[in-house]
C-alpha cells in the first residue's frame, strides 16, 4: 500500500528552524518527483519546492529562496523539507506529495495538480 507520511511539524517562533520529513511507502523513491506543497487557512494551496527523481534538480518558490531546502534520501525512502529563518506567513499545513518521474528525471513541477500521491499534512505554525 503506497504512503507517504509527514512528520516533524509544530509551534516555532519567527526566525526559527523546523525540519519535516516525508516517509514514503509502497514506491521506489528514486522513480518519483518529490514535492512540497502548502496551504494556509483561507488561501490557495502553494507549490513551495520540488526535487527531481534524478535529486539533480530543485525548484523553489520565491517566497521560500533562500530558507528553505529540500533534499531526498533514496536509500532511506525519505525526502525532507530543512525550514530556516521562519516567518508567520510560512503558517500552514504542509504536503508532501510523489510524482511518477521515471522518463523526465531532471525537473520537476511546483503546481500540486501535477502530483499523483499525497501525504496527510502535518502543520507548521509560526508564531511568537
Known amino acids: 500500500q503506497l504512503q507517504l507520511v509527514e512528520s516533524g511539524g509544530g509551534l516555532v517562533q519567527p526566525g526559527g528552524s523546523l525540519r519535516l520529513s516525508c516517509a514514503v511507502s509502497g514506491l521506489t523513491l528514486e522513480d518519483y518527483a518529490i514535492g512540497w506543497v502548502r496551504q494556509a487557512p483561507g488561501k490557495e494551496r502553494e507549490g513551495v519546492l520540488c526535487?527531481?527523481?534524478?535529486?539533480?534538480?530543485?525548484n523553489y518558490a520565491d517566497s521560500v529562496k533562500g530558507r528553505f531546502t529540500i533534499s531526498r534520501d533514496n536509500a532511506k525512502n525519505t525526502a525532507y523539507l530543512q525550514m530556516n529563518s521562519l516567518k508567520p506567513e510560512d503558517t500552514a499545513v504542509y504536503y508532501c506529495?510523489?510524482?511518477?518521474?521515471?522518463?523526465?528525471?531532471?525537473?520537476?513541477?511546483?503546481?500540486?495538480?501535477?502530483?499523483?500521491?499525497w501525504g496527510q499534512g502535518t502543520q507548521v505554525t509560526v508564531s511568537s
Open positions: 526535487i527531481s527523481s534524478s535529486g539533480g534538480t530543485t
Open positions: 506529495a510523489a510524482r511518477t518521474s521515471t522518463t523526465v528525471r531532471t525537473s520537476c513541477p511546483r503546481a500540486g495538480r501535477l502530483y499523483n500521491y
